[in-house]
């Protein structure tokens, strides 16, 4: 083999290699680039993904067992049974722990069990009328320190000592209780067998030589109601109890006094026939009450504004669920969020949410009634405990109850709300918080904020870019538009900076002023054209374009400088020396600082470069025998640039309208400083406005990873791919066939 | 006049108008920045004012304005001054607001001392004692105290820079050694590793412990030396003050420099901000970190955006087959670089952060868990995510040169028998080449202003170290750091005190805006360049 043809095939191979690199390479960055949109579809796809639940094998109990909850780590289910027994059903393989007998029954049966909302204490009512609470803790310990942390896992339960109180003066079976405390003192209500609703608060004070005194005071309610009680809740706060009744009445009990319940009011559950309540509960945050009925019916209701109710407020029925095929018998509000499990006397169990008021999950049990209903601390998984004597489990994967089109765009009616709403609050700082996770104010501030600049930005733009295509002279034109395109460069930072702390006080200071010039700039340079005309025409006539600009950049300070000056006496005159009372008096609107105005001027100043430089590049590359042809035929050079050139060039500045409007929708910095960022609707010139993107901003730090805050401003992040994007390549499309069209002029 | 509004002339006026607006809108705004932030470093004359009711203020005049007087008739001609009185201890706040009409007597005493501190901001007032060692050295506000203060001083600050030096060298080793042990001994436990390694390791970190004995006796040493001379003040209202030389980072009496003493106390001050560590949660000091932030983030992100750019316009542009795919792509890809920053930030977070940066901690630092090493923002994942949101512009610069290469050069050479791989290594790439620059100037420009991505993928207000240092690996790509735009937004808007702190952030605009507009300088050269050669060339 000689070199030269070693060395051809090398330089063959090489050729070879590289067309596959830079293909392989090519497509990969390509394809990569464009995956973004894909990976932010993938982050947000969960949101929408359906509740799913598998059922786990069914755990038989003791007879006359009442369940009355499970631990952290979901190992352990517990209940109490007869003659007074806390039992523990273990859920994994593991041995049970001992039960503990309770001292205090003493024989007695228990009869119902009731559970507040992450507490540890369980409240058991006995068939003499008694409550019996105590308090069952779990202690997790851990072995040796291994890889599988699991299985050396201990979970101790601890069982306290019980409080036994005679709820019930004639010592009667309960059918249902119900008990809360705080630090004054314990409320407590029961049902008894012969439908009576007896009621009992133990308040305690700390006397001044350090002992406790205690005050028991017992009501029977029972005169108050319509008609026979079936079932009842008491708020944590200790303020409200709600009862329901045999003939479908919800009534309302205010206890704020807690020595004197009062009757506030009630509802009926159906306007026309009655049918029982026949479960009740209050979800986390104790401010929605589901209520469900013998006819299977579901709804929650909680307490709205009421100038005729006697507390002010009112409670109303605020929505319906699909209804259960059977009587409800069951209802286990989660610890986590407003989701809620209900259970009905066919063994049927489904898993709903309040806030988006879906129905998330149906599933089948065993076909006998359900007693009792218990949702795992984690909300992670539901137990249902059957007549049969039987527990049938489910573990649910539910990440995102509380996500669908209407909560994310529609109107909402939250708890504490008077009416549905659109609204943005990701977080209150506690479990109980309802989240609001409406995305429609923040399009709405993007809109606001695009409006107002584009308002600004675009006749400004466009003016000048006319100018400089058609009346300026080609050297001058050199010199600005590198100019103009250096500042499209300006980081945005630096704009949000000089908007949020000098332009917006000094707006503030200088109102009248501001709007003075938005007509004596436009007046001065028109009396600038009238020095110019008085000028001897020679002078006129060798300029070609090149003094008129330098003349009038002068007159244009002047006349700003001059807007100042009487901005003061215009304050003055017109708007009594405040602006901002004035606009408040007239209009009946707040005036912020850092409003709507000044983000329409810091960002409109950001895109006049882009939107210039673009529409400026179609209008002087409009073929010029159209210019000349036009001239000649004895148009004026308005003329001409108005009937000729600006037709041709339109689309070029449509697209240079679209694409300004691109950069201004996913503006951040600019937003995030000279705005309050508050999502609010108003189309107000003087407030402030939150936008899609200042609010990945100013969320996303706290948006724990995969957490629905974190998908929901992925979402966002999606729609302002999916806007910009597709405004983008429909302006580029119009660009391109204006292309094609003064290639064939 | 009927005929002058038909022949449009007024129009024609009104559309030089706006474009004269914009241009006045534009140089107001660099003017602006330019007299903030420059105009901050000069030391200006420090006023004595003794008011009507007797007592006085000192500071200098940083404002003067027409006091507001809501709802009245007449045009206010009253004017207020805005004092900046420093003494942050003792008052509370470093400026007052002083109405002229109040104001009895204005004087410019030269013996007026301004000391800019290590902490609590300045320091205005009359030297009453210089002492060392709990000794007076010199009395008054003559010369000759300030003279004997200024030796004095020199060493306190020696000393300080000495401790400073040991903190942040030997100490700091030591704590990142003992840090690295901890790590060690979790690793060797959790993959079951020998006794032996673990207690080895166990007494490397006591040897490290005994050094750290020695050295933070060394600084204590330091310290009580250092803490030795101390000078006290009589402020304007005659409050007395002990600060300690250490505390001083520099003592001027601005009264009594001429011109030339302030210019070069300016230049001093220019140097500081350029090259000093920020102070006071970054209202006072220098920014250093964030411009060497700024340069090292920017370029990484050179690093990784040019040769992805290039070889993506290498392939759309040479080996692609153009057609209808070829064309969507092109304009899918141009449309990229009209996607908001904030999108990208948010993929960076995403992708880069919690799924790569997620990984990497799980296969390689499971002894850190769960504290995160590549799985929290940092400078690798910022450029890489501002790589993706310029590689655009780079694909589309590089493009354009590779248009711009005559198509006679290619044939040329294909004709004297070169591979298609040679011509472009040869002929093609060397012309494009002011084409790539000038993307990647345009890129470089884009990034080092770009904020709002960054403020998700790693950048901090404050950076306890820079990217780059002395211990092995030397570049460490995941750790947090500072950038101009960001420190910019922080001090400006999150900071505690923004009145005080208001003309470092029109420095550090300036700065910026310096860079990217150079940048952008650069870029348009290097296009003009292009043009013209490719303009003239003929064949």
């Not at chain 1, 059957?386 to 509380?402: A, K, T, V």
């Not at chain 2, 705004?29 to 420090?46: E, K, Q, R, T, Y």
């Amino acid at each position: 083999m000689t070199e030269a043809s070693i060395s051809r095939r090398w330089r063959r191979r090489t050729d070879l290699l590289a067309r596959w690199v830079v293909r392989a390479g090519g497509m990969a960055i390509i394809a990569s680039v464009l995956g973004i949109f894909v990976f932010i579809l993938i982050e947000v796809a969960p949101l929408f993904r359906r509740a799913r639940a598998a059922s786990a094998p069914e755990v038989p109990v003791p007879p006359t067992f009442l369940l009355a909850g499970v631990d952290e780590t979901e190992e352990l289910a517990f209940g109490i049974s007869a003659p007074g027994r806390v039992e523990f059903i273990p859920l994994t393989e593991r041995e049970a722990p001992a039960a503990t007998e309770l001292p205090g029954f003493s024989g007695r049966t228990p009869t119902c069990v009731f559970r507040p909302l992450r507490e540890e204490e369980i409240d058991v009512g006995t068939a003499d009328g008694r409550l019996v609470t105590a308090s069952v803790r779990f202690r997790v310990g851990f072995g040796e320190a291994t890889e599988d942390w699991r299985s050396s896992r201990t979970i101790t339960p601890e069982t306290s000592e019980p409080t036994v109180l005679q709820l019930d003066p004639q010592e009667k079976p309960l059918q249902a209780v119900a008990r809360q405390s705080d630090s004054r003192g314990l409320v407590a209500a029961a049902i008894t067998e012969d439908k009576r609703l007896v009621y009992l608060c133990v308040l305690e004070k700390k006397t001044l030589m350090g002992g406790v005194k205690r005050t028991e005071h017992r009501a029977d309610l029972t005169g108050e109601l319509p008609a026979a009680p079936t079932a009842l809740t008491i708020d944590g706060s200790l303020e409200n109890i709600y009862v329901g009744t045999a003939a479908g009445h919800v009534v309302h009990f205010d206890i704020r006094d807690l020595d004197a319940p009062r009757k506030v009011g009630f509802d009926t559950v159906r306007a026309a026939g009655s049918t029982p309540v026949t479960a009740m509960a209050l979800l986390i945050g104790d401010q929605s009450l589901v209520v469900g009925e013998e006819s299977g019916a579901l709804s929650v209701w909680f307490q709205v504004d009421d100038a005729a109710s006697s507390t002010g407020k009112a409670l109303r029925r605020i929505r319906e669920f699909p209804s259960h095929p059977a009587a409800v018998t069951a209802i286990a509000p989660s610890a986590r969020d407003k989701g809620f499990a209900t259970g009905d006397r066919a063994g049927r169990v489904r898993v709903h949410h309040s806030t988006s008021g879906r129905t998330l999950l149906s599933l089948e049990g065993d076909g006998s009634a359900v007693t009792q209903l218990v949702m795992t601390p984690r909300a992670t998984g539901l137990l249902a405990l059957h007549e049969s004597g039987r527990i049938s489990r489910w573990r649910i994967d539910n990440p995102h109850p509380e996500i669908t089109l209407q909560t994310l765009f529609g109107k909402v009616w939250y708890e504490g709300y008077n009416e549905p709403a659109y609204s943005w609050q990701s977080g209150g700082g506690t479990d109980d918080f309802e989240p609001k996770f409406s995305l429609t104010p923040l399009i709405f501030g993007t809109l606001k904020g695009t409006v107002y600049a584009l308002l600004i930005a675009v006749p400004i733009a466009i003016l000048a870019a006319i100018y400089t295509a058609q009346f300026m002279h080609p050297d001058l034109r050199n010199l600005i538009k590198p100019t103009i395109e250096v500042m499209a460069a300006l980081p945005s930072v630096v704009l949000g900076f000089l908007a949020g702390l000098w332009l917006a006080p000094a707006m503030e200071r200088y109102m009248p002023a501001v709007l003075l010039m938005l007509i004596g700039i436009p007046a001065s340079t028109l009396l600038a054209l009238g020095a110019w005309l008085l000028l001897p025409s020679r002078l006129r006539g060798r300029s070609r374009g090149r003094l008129e600009i330098v003349l009038l950049m002068p007159v244009l300070v002047l006349a700003g400088a001059a807007c100042f000056a009487l901005g003061g006496p215009l304050e003055r005159a017109l708007f009594g020396g405040d602006f901002q009372q004035w606009w408040y008096e007239t209009t009946g609107l707040t005036y912020d600082q850092r409003n709507a105005v000044v983000v329409g001027i810091a960002m409109g100043f950001a895109v006049i470069p882009i939107i210039f430089t673009i529409s400026e590049d179609a209008l002087s590359n409009v073929p010029r025998h159209l210019v000349s042809g036009s001239l000649a035929l004895g148009a004026t050079r308005w003329q001409t640039a108005v009937r000729v050139v600006l037709p041709t060039a339109s689309p070029g500045i449509f697209s240079a309208i679209m694409i300004g409007f691109g950069r201004v929708v996913g503006e951040t910095m600019i937003v995030l400083m000279a705005t309050g960022n508050t999502p609010i609707m108003e189309w107000n010139l003087f407030n402030g406005f939150r936008t899609l993107s200042a609010n990945i901003a100013v969320e996303i730090p706290e948006a724990p990873h995969g957490g629905t805050l974190y998908r929901i401003l992925f979402l966002g992040a999606l729609l302002l791919f999916a806007a910009t994007f597709l405004v983008n390549t429909a302006a580029e499309m119009v660009r391109m066939r204006m292309r094609a069209r003064y290639a064939r002029l | 006049m009927k005929k002058l509004f038909r022949s449009g002339e007024p129009f024609i006026w009104l559309t030089g108008g706006a474009l004269g607006g914009s241009l006045i809108m534009i140089l107001g705004l660099i003017l602006l920045i330019a007299v903030n932030g420059l105009g901050f470093f000069w030391p200006s004359d420090v006023a004595l004012l003794t008011l009507a009711d007797g007592s006085k203020a000192m500071g200098q005049i940083w404002n003067r304005e027409a006091i507001p007087t809501p709802g009245e008739a007449e045009r206010s001609v009253e004017h207020r001054l805005q004092i900046h009185v420093g003494n942050r201890e003792l008052y509370g706040q470093d400026f007052r607001w002083i109405d002229e009409a109040r104001i009895e007597r204005r004087e410019w005493p030269e013996q007026t001392v301004l000391l800019e501190r290590r902490e609590w901001g300045s320091f205005y007032g009359f030297i009453r004692e210089v002492r060392t060692e709990g000794r007076a050295v010199a009395q008054g506000s003559s010369d000759e105290a300030w003279n004997a203060m200024l030796p004095l001083l020199d060493r306190a600050r020696a000393l300080w820079n000495e401790v400073r030096a040991l903190e942040k060298g030997p100490m700091g080793e030591i704590y990142r050694r003992q840090e690295r042990n901890r790590l060690a001994v979790r690793r060797v436990r959790l993959r079951h590793g020998s006794e032996e390694e673990i207690q080895r390791l166990l007494k490397e970190s006591e040897a490290w412990g005994d050094k750290y004995r020695r050295v933070s006796e060394e600084i204590g040493r330091l310290r009580s030396e250092m803490n030795r001379s101390a000078v006290i003040l009589e402020t304007a209202q005659g409050e007395t003050k002990e600060i300690p030389l250490s505390m001083i980072v520099r003592a001027i009496r601005p009264n009594a420099l001429g011109v030339l003493g302030k210019c070069r106390v300016y230049a001093q001050r220019l140097w500081e901000f350029a090259s000093g560590d920020p102070r006071e949660s970054n209202t006072e000091g220098g920014i250093f970190p964030a411009i060497f932030g700024t340069v090292m983030m920017v370029f990484i992100m050179t690093l990784a955006v040019v040769p992805l750019g290039v070889l993506a316009a290498l392939y759309l542009r040479e080996y692609a087959k153009q057609g209808l795919l070829v064309r969507i792509v092109r304009i899918a890809v141009n449309n990229l670089a009209g996607v908001p920053s904030i999108v990208f930030g948010v993929f960076g977070l995403g992708f880069f952060i919690y799924l790569i940066g997620g990984s990497i901690d799980r296969l390689f630092f499971p002894e850190a868990l769960p504290t995160p090493t590549y799985g929290t923002g940092g400078i690798l994942w910022a450029s890489l995510t501002l790589a993706l949101l310029t590689v655009p512009v780079v694909i589309v610069a590089t493009e354009e040169g590779l248009a711009a290469v005559p198509a006679e050069l290619r044939q040329g050479s294909l004709a004297l028998g070169a591979t298609k791989f040679e011509t472009l290594r040869r002929i093609v790439l060397p012309s494009a080449t002011p084409g790539i620059l000038t993307g990647m100037i345009l890129a470089m420009a884009r990034a080092a202003g770009e904020v709002a991505p960054l403020m998700i993928t790693g950048v901090v207000k404050l950076a306890p170290t820079l990217p780059v240092d002395g211990t092995f690996p030397y570049l460490h790509l995941e750790r947090k750091f500072m950038h101009l735009g960001f420190h910019i937004y922080d001090v400006g808007f999150q900071s505690p005190n923004v009145e005080a702190a208001r003309p470092m952030v029109y420095a550090t605009t300036l700065l910026l805006l310096v860079i990217v507009v150079g940048l952008n300088l650069a870029a348009i050269g290097l296009r003009n360049r292009l043009r013209r050669k490719y303009h003239s060339t003929a064949f």
